[in-house]
Nanobody, 126 residues
Framework: QVQLVESGGGSVQAGGSLRLSCVAS?????????MGWFRQAPGKEREGVAV????????HYADSVQGRFTISQDNAKSTVYLQMNSLQPEDTAMYYC??????????????????WGQGTQVTVSS
């Protein structure tokens, strides 16, 4: 059973930075799958932020975070990170870590993701 545990959310002022972490369990070391970050602001639909192919180099970013956010992976720790710089109030949301089945389709479509963490809140004040 795959489980995802997020950490690293918090409150910052506009222009500040935060780093989110997500640890995955339940995969084998030689599994290939997609893993990344999604967010949902109050009254809005959940959207893809950044995803990466575990065991490879492919990444995808939402246009709204391109150049400000960086996703990275540490396979030895089964962990994916999201470094968020130049945060803006519109980045305020609950951030969720998600992953696909082994060999699953990736990219930003939410429907591709089978496993979800509980979420971590990010609040950016102006």
């Amino acid at each position: 059973q795959v489980q995802l545990v997020e950490s690293g959310g918090g409150s910052v002022q506009a222009g500040g930075s935060l780093r989110l972490s997500c640890v995955a369990s339940g995969y084998n070391p030689n599994n290939y799958y997609w893993m990344g970050w999604f967010r949902q602001a109050p009254g809005k639909e959940r959207e893809g932020v950044a995803v990466t192919y575990i065991g490879g180099t492919s990444v995808h970013y939402a246009d709204s975070v391109q150049g400000r956010f960086t996703i990275s992976q540490d396979n030895a720790k089964s962990t994916v990170y999201l470094q968020m710089n130049s945060l803006q109030p519109e980045d305020t949301a609950m951030y969720y870590c998600a992953s696909t089945e082994r060999g699953g389709h990736g990219g930003l479509p939410i429907s591709h993701y089978n496993f979800w963490g509980q979420g971590t809140q990010v609040t950016v004040s102006s």
